[in-house]
């Protein structure tokens, strides 16, 4: 296992093509500090991975915005244009470290135990895969703050969970069950302790890690853009990407070692 630079919020392993970050801030319960937001997309956009797992420490995954961002600073401040503007500049840095998740080339799976709350639920959306422990649970918490959540979360929870439910979760502030989060497809499986729902989300990420690389990035990219667009555009999109992508070689690659499996 090879272990890489060590950052504040983070603690970032590779082995075998499958990044293992893990927020390692379980004192705080892991809150999104200001070092939080400028650490995951630096991290996310420098790794050569075939696949990243994103867990976390401690009983739960995240407590979402550490409300140390909010002192001392004129930052989220709309008394004034100014303060409008520079309110939508740090809005959009926000969303835009969340979105790395969503942008990278390879896919995301997150590992969730314990409470998963406001923006950490702006961040598991951008993530492909979800797993959870069973006692796991997902919180709107901006709407019991008097706020409304803005880093992704009605984005992109909208297209994954029946938009009833999100305006139920959304209204409400209420906790999703990770039981009921994976009879509505949220959540791709349910384990019962920490340990191995780690071990069984980097148990997925070797089956990832074991197929090509450039055709789990075309799949990723395809499907987020299918997601997004009509069905004739995304046959249009399809058609000038699988020639850029489509490998013979591979393939026969691939056929071979399935016939030595």
Known sequence: MQKVPSYECFELTSDGGIAHLRMSRPERRNAMTAAFWKELPQIVHALEARVLVLSSTGPHFCAGLDVSLFQGTKSFSTDSLEGR??????LEELQASLSS????????????????IGGAVDMVTACCLRYATRDAFFVIQEINLGMLADVGTFNRMPKQLPEAVVRELGYTGDRLS???????GFVNGLFDTHEQLVAGALDVGRRIASKAPVAVAATKQMI????????AESFAYLNALQP??????????????????
Do not use: M, N
């Open 85 to 90: 503007q520079k309110f939508r500049q740090k």
């Open 101 to 116: 998740l969503a942008e990278a080339r390879f896919p995301v799976i997150a590992a969730v135990q314990g409470g998963c």
């Open 178 to 184: 990770a039981e009921r989060a994976e009879r509505l």
């Open 224 to 231: 987020s853009y299918t997601r997004d667009h009509p069905v």
């Open 244 to 261: 850029a992508i489509f490998d013979i070689e591979e393939i026969k690659r691939a056929l071979k070692s399935r016939q030595r499996a």
